[in-house]
């Protein structure tokens, strides 16, 4: 199934990176990937303070730049909070939501789909979180776990939306433990997100990428899966050269 879908890789820096150090970060990146034609997608994913910076250093290159979150209000009394508009006046193209590190800190199903049209309205590219905690996969409950969040996270998304949205499938136990899940687990889990996304989205056009301790080491295995479409990178992402190579596996 991996003919007609480009790969994505995407590195979210979550709380990392000045708008200083995410310009020089960006500078290093082009170098690294040069002009010559990719064969992915390639984004980074800024905190909100670096969001312009970082998409005035990205400009004109094939880097994609990413927010963190987005709230679903256009305005108001949401103290903290960024809305899909200030994201697209930051000149960034796109934002992930629902990031299991936003749900453990009180994000609901309800409020990822409501986020997510809130940024597909503002004309933002969205890659949707999903993934089961280490009890849940444990007590034999990640697909029917998954199958929930998907069917929420796509509750109010159009079929003619599915070359803007990706779903990253991200095991909470692979988040920032070094413990990545085997290519073998992590295909198994995101044909599961395909085929249920499948209900609203084209699942030949639908990327389903994987996130969770992604390294260079163990990049290529992963997206050689046919149903692995690319990788949501963390902490490999804030090194430019190993987030490069990680990019060059795709
Ligand atoms: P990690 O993070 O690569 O550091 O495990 C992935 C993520 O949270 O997106």
Not at 17 to 32: F, H, M, S
Not at 189 to 214: E, K
Request: aromatic content about 2%; charged content about 20%; some cysteine.
């Amino acid at each position: 199934m991996s003919g007609p879908r480009r790969p994505l890789v995407a590195g979210n820096w979550k709380m990392n990176k000045t708008g200083v150090e995410a310009r020089e970060y960006v500078a290093r990146l082009r170098a690294l990937l040069g002009d010559g034609e990719l064969s992915c997608d390639v984004a980074v994913c800024p905190p909100a303070t670096a969001l312009e910076a970082t998409a005035r250093a990205a400009s004109g290159s094939a880097v994609r730049v990413l927010a963190q979150a987005v709230h679903e209000a256009e305005k108001g009394a949401h103290t903290g909070e960024v809305s899909a508009g200030m994201i697209v006046g930051a000149g960034a193209d796109g934002t992930l939501v629902g990031h299991s590190e936003r749900r453990a800190a009180g994000e609901t199903d309800d409020q990822v789909a409501a986020r997510v049209r809130a940024a597909l309205d503002a004309g933002l590219q969205v890659v949707v979180c999903v993934g089961e905690s280490l009890e849940q996969r444990e007590a034999g409950e990640t697909e029917r776990w998954l199958t929930g969040q998907v069917g929420a996270a796509l509750a109010q998304v159009r079929a003619d939306e599915v070359g803007v949205l990706s779903i990253a499938y991200e095991p909470i136990w692979a988040i920032g433990t070094g413990r990545t899940a085997t290519p073998e687990i992590a295909q198994e889990a995101c044909a599961h997100v395909r085929s249920v996304a499948a209900a609203t989205l084209d699942p030949a056009a639908l990327r389903v990428l994987y996130g969770g301790s992604v390294t260079p080491d163990n990049a290529a295995g992963l997206m050689a899966q046919p149903d692995i479409d690319g990788a949501l990178v963390g902490g490999a992402s804030l090194d430019a050269e190993a987030f490069a190579a990680i990019a060059r596996a795709a």
